[in-house]
């Protein structure tokens, strides 16, 4: 197995009396893709909120290649190449499409070139975005804006990206558009720690899959030993028992 690029130790989160995330461990190593599934509030967001310090950890580790990150600002993660894509996107809305594409590359050191050459391969990416270029952000419909999110996160040249949720509020169609990319970026080796509600399609892509509840690891193992599960089925696929 390849080194781990990520390491979470007895992960703790808190958030006031409430205890979200319960002492997990947790790794992904180089490019690999890891789904993290679970019911509502069984501490995924959470996870990756603590791992890129949106929510301080009340315990534990988080090892980035090797090196603990806690406490270090979202610019030093951007720079070290750990990315997330929000639940909710997180997009700036008062900015053009272009705009946002470059506050993607925000923290990289390279000349303006190499920035433009990479907005240009997003636009070829996402023809759509390409046509509404000069277009606010704000005014994209929910599919056109999670392409943005990507393209966004894309831009800042990740080594690990987390994606929260990236099907949410979709329609079936763009889902497929964005899972389609989800597997691109897997089959050109990018390490994913992947947080989907749609368990299917997150483990259908994932080499391992980590099931959480209660904010406690209850279930690992390969995409499609998860799938095959009982527990899985029943709980996350929407099948009977007797299936």
Do not use: C
Not at 78 to 102: C, S
Not at 166 to 187: D, H, Q, R, Y
């Amino acid at each position: 197995m390849a080194s781990p690029i990520l390491e979470l130790r007895g992960l703790v989160v808190r958030y006031g009396g409430i205890t979200a995330v319960k002492g997990i461990d947790l790794t992904v190593a180089e490019g690999e893709v890891v789904a993290l599934i679970g019911a509502n509030g069984a501490g995924k967001s959470s996870t990756l909120k603590a791992i890129t310090g949106w929510t301080p950890a009340a315990d534990g580790s988080i090892e980035y290649r090797g090196q603990s990150i806690a406490g270090l600002p979202g610019h030093r993660l951007a720079q070290q190449g750990l990315i997330m894509v929000p639940e909710g996107r997180g997009i700036f809305g008062r900015m053009t499409i272009e705009e946002n594409l470059l506050m993607g590359a925000h923290a990289r050191q390279d000349p303006p070139a190499d920035v433009l050459r990479d907005m240009q391969a997003q636009f070829e990416r996402f023809p759509r975005l390409a046509q509404r270029r000069r277009q606010q952000a704000g005014t994209l419909s929910g599919g056109e804006q999670q392409m943005l999110a990507m393209a966004r996160a894309l831009m800042a040249r990740p080594a690990l990206l987390l994606l929260d949720e990236p099907s949410m509020g979709l329609s079936p169609v763009m889902v497929e558009t964005i899972f389609v990319l989800i597997a691109e970026l897997a089959e050109a080796g990018m390490s994913l720690l992947l947080v989907e509600q749609n368990a299917r399609l997150a483990l259908e892509i994932a080499s391992r899959g980590v099931v959480l509840e209660s904010g406690l690891v209850v279930l690992e193992g390969s995409g499609d030993d998860l799938l095959d599960h009982p527990m899985v089925r029943t709980a996350y696929l929407g099948e009977s028992a007797v299936n």
